[in-house]
Nanobody, 116 residues
């Protein structure tokens, strides 16, 4: 069974950048339609970026132009480059397959906090 470990979160000021990583083990996670989700306190988990082995990324309107998703097939790892961060980007970020019918067990997530 695939295990997902997210890392790279932290606390930054508005306008700052972070690069998140999602290391997968136990299966070829990266060969699927995969993505980054985030969940802020009191809100539902939302998909903010997704990618397949043959396409470029797709993004939620709230992050388009600021976030870039990428994948390293050799490392079975997913990345999310986040630039021009805003306080509303504050959330716990998770990776998983983008098709909910194919969700693996969720990892612990990585916390991103953007201060104004």
């Amino acid at each position: 069974q695939v295990q997902l470990v997210e890392s790279g979160g932290g606390q930054v000021e508005t306008g700052g950048s972070l690069r998140l990583s999602c290391a997968a083990s136990g299966g070829r996670f990266i060969d699927y339609y995969v993505g980054w989700y985030r969940q802020a306190p009191g809100k539902q988990r939302e998909l903010v970026a997704s990618i397949t082995p043959t396409t470029t990324g797709a993004y939620a309107d709230s992050v388009k132009g600021r976030f870039t998703i990428s994948r390293d097939s050799a490392k079975n790892t997913l990345y999310l480059q986040m630039n021009s961060l805003k306080p509303e980007d504050t959330a716990t970020y998770y990776c998983n397959r983008a098709n909910r019918l194919q969700w693996a067990t969720w990892g612990q997530g990585t916390q991103v906090t953007v201060s104004s």
